[in-house]
C-alpha cells in the first residue's frame, strides 16, 4: 500500500532550527520530494532526494534513508516567513503521493 | 509571466450544476495534473495527461472529466456537482512524468 506519515503540527522560534520526519511506505518508490504551501497559496518545490543522503539548499537541507523509508526537512535559521505547511512527498512510480503537511508556527 | 495559471480562482455553485476549470502552462512540460485538496488539506491526485494522453486515472467518479487540448492546456469539467466536491483544486505540470512538478495557484470550489 501507500503510505505517507508527518507530524500535523510543530513550532518554533525564529532563529531556531527546525526538523520535520516524514515517513513512507509505497511499492514503486524512486524519489522524495517536499513542499512548501503559504495559506491559501499553491505548494512550491523546496527539495528532491533519490539517494541516500543529505541535500543541502540555503537554509533548507533534506535528507533521504531509503532503507527505512524516512526522510526529514531541516530549516535553520528559521524567519517568520518560514510559518507554512511543508508536504512530503514519494514518488511512486510515475505519481507523487503526499502527506498531510506539518503545519509550522515561528514565533518571534 | 504566470507558469502554470488557472481560472477561475474561485468558484462558487449549487448542487447539481456543471462548472469547468481551465488550466494553461507555458513552461513547455509535457505532463500536467489535477491535484484535490480537501479541507484538511490533504493533496490527492486526481488525473495526469501526458502529451494529451490520460496516463494517471486515481478513482475518482466518472462526474469528473478531464479534457486536454493541447499540451499546453488540461481542463477540468465536474457534472452534478455534490458537496463533497468542495475544496481546493490545483493543476500542476512537470517536464516529466512524477518529476518535480509547478502548481498553479489554485481553484477554490464551494459547493452550496
Known amino acids: 500500500g501507500q503510505n505517507i506519515d508527518q507530524p500535523t503540527e510543530m513550532t518554533a522560534t525564529e532563529g531556531a532550527i527546525v526538523q520535520i520526519n516524514c515517513t513512507y511506505q509505497?511499492?514503486?518508490?524512486?524519489?522524495l520530494f517536499w513542499y512548501q504551501q503559504h495559506a491559501g497559496e499553491a505548494p512550491t518545490f523546496l527539495s528532491y532526494n533519490v539517494l541516500d543522503g543529505l541535500e543541502e539548499k540555503g537554509r533548507f537541507s533534506s535528507f533521504l534513508s531509503r532503507s527505512k523509508g524516512y526522510s526529514y526537512l531541516l530549516l535553520k535559521e528559521l524567519q517568520m516567513k518560514d510559518s507554512a505547511s511543508y508536504l512530503c512527498a514519494a514518488r511512486d512510480t510515475d505519481k507523487l503521493i503526499f502527506g498531510t503537511g506539518t503545519r509550522l508556527q515561528v514565533f518571534p | 509571466d504566470t507558469a502554470v495559471s488557472q481560472t477561475p480562482k474561485y468558484l462558487v455553485t449549487q448542487m447539481g450544476n456543471d462548472k469547468s476549470i481551465k488550466c494553461e502552462q507555458n513552461?513547455?512540460?509535457?505532463?500536467m495534473y489535477w491535484y484535490k485538496q480537501d479541507s484538511k488539506k490533504f493533496l490527492k491526485i486526481m488525473f495526469s495527461?501526458?502529451?494529451?494522453?490520460?496516463?494517471i486515472n486515481e478513482t475518482v467518479p466518472n462526474r469528473f472529466s478531464p479534457k486536454s487540448p493541447d499540451k499546453a492546456h488540461l481542463n477540468l469539467h465536474i457534472n452534478s456537482l455534490e458537496l463533497g466536491d468542495s475544496a481546493v483544486y490545483f493543476c500542476?505540470?512537470?517536464?516529466?512524468?512524477?518529476?518535480?512538478?509547478?502548481f498553479g495557484p489554485g481553484t477554490r470550489l464551494t459547493v452550496l
Open positions: 513552461l513547455g512540460h509535457d505532463t
Open positions: 509505497t511499492s514503486g518508490f524512486n524519489g
Open positions: 500542476a505540470s512537470s517536464e516529466a512524468s512524477g518529476i518535480t512538478q509547478y
Open positions: 495527461y501526458n502529451n494529451k494522453e490520460l496516463i
